[in-house]
């Protein structure tokens, strides 16, 4: 196993040096005033685990597009995937990948007081691999087999030099296809707390807690499960954030569930601002 988390310290080396490169400095976690910007990410988290056949390396994945207006209006888009790496005890190594699904989604920003408040809306298209043939035929599940319509309300206040917020949200799954009719979640509910606090004019940690409960999912209006399912879930990271580029590195674990890996996360950012295009 040592092999993957060497790889994993290089892979996190080299992106933080560039965006360590020599520039003009920028406060970390402060809002612009850019009449239109476009920020093009990438996520990934790692999880390794053993198994009875031997080791394997999975990465969820994520490539992002945010388009903002007047730091006002935002559309954005993210199409996620997973690859994974097993490597099984006298057999060959296997590699595997799989989109996720995508989903879309429109932002309005303003300010209430001394707060940055945001409204969502958005949509997922259920394109991954969930139907459980498809995942015993290719060993690998990549999607919730859902389209979900979502809606979540973010508010956050700057207290230079930190920053800190919450994020409420609502969702509702439905037109999941199984053999005998078709599946929805009701309805579920999510509430996340986080702060960020700016150690210079580059870096800064942050931290969070995001908790969700989903309803039972039911199939024709009857319930699959007798009750809902609750979730918790912690996070920290270091940000750096210079001349437009930005790299996160940390890592996320489930406090509900303690028997389940920790995931190491990594993500990367690049701004363009109108007059990169003059």
């Known amino acids: 196993m040592k092999r993957y988390w060497l790889v994993v310290v290089l892979l996190a080396t080299f992106l933080a040096s560039i965006v360590a490169q020599p520039s003009e400095h920028q406060r970390t976690a402060i809002a612009g005033n850019d009449d239109l910007s476009c920020t093009l990410s990438c996520s990934t988290a790692l999880y390794s685990m053993t198994t009875d056949l031997g080791p394997s390396l ?3 994945n994520s490539l992002g597009i945010d388009i903002t207006i007047k730091e006002k209006f935002g559309v954005s888009a993210f199409m996620p995937f997973i690859a994974t790496a097993r490597f099984e005890k006298y057999c060959r190594n296997i590699y595997l990948f799989a989109l996720g699904d995508p989903s879309l989604s429109l932002t309005a920003t303003g300010r209430i007081g001394d707060w940055q408040v945001s409204a969502k809306l958005g949509y997922t298209y259920p394109l991954g691999i ?5 995942v015993k035929k290719s060993t690998l599940a990549s999607g919730a087999g859902y389209h979900r319509i979502e809606g979540s309300i973010a508010a956050l206040r700057y207290m230079d030099p930190l920053a800190a ?7 509702r799954c439905f037109g999941k296809q199984h053999r005998f009719g078709y599946g929805v979640v009701p309805v579920s509910i999510s509430l996340g707390v986080f702060a960020t606090e700016a150690l210079n004019s580059v870096a800064a940690l942050s931290a969070g807690l995001h908790q969700q ?3 039972a999912p039911e199939i024709n209006g009857v319930s699959e499960d007798p009750a809902g399912k609750y979730s918790l879930a912690a996070s920290a ?5 210079r001349n437009r580029r930005s790299v996160s590195i940390g890592f996320s674990k489930s406090l509900s569930d303690l028997s389940s890996p920790a995931a190491f996360t990594i993500e990367t950012a690049f701004t363009f601002k109108k007059g990169d295009l003059q």
């Open 237 to 241: 990271s270091l940000l750096i954030n």
């Open 130 to 134: 969930w139907n459980p043939y498809q």
């Open 58 to 60: 999975e990465t969820d």
């Open 165 to 171: 917020g919450f994020i409420l949200g609502a969702e």
């Open 213 to 215: 409960y989903s309803a």
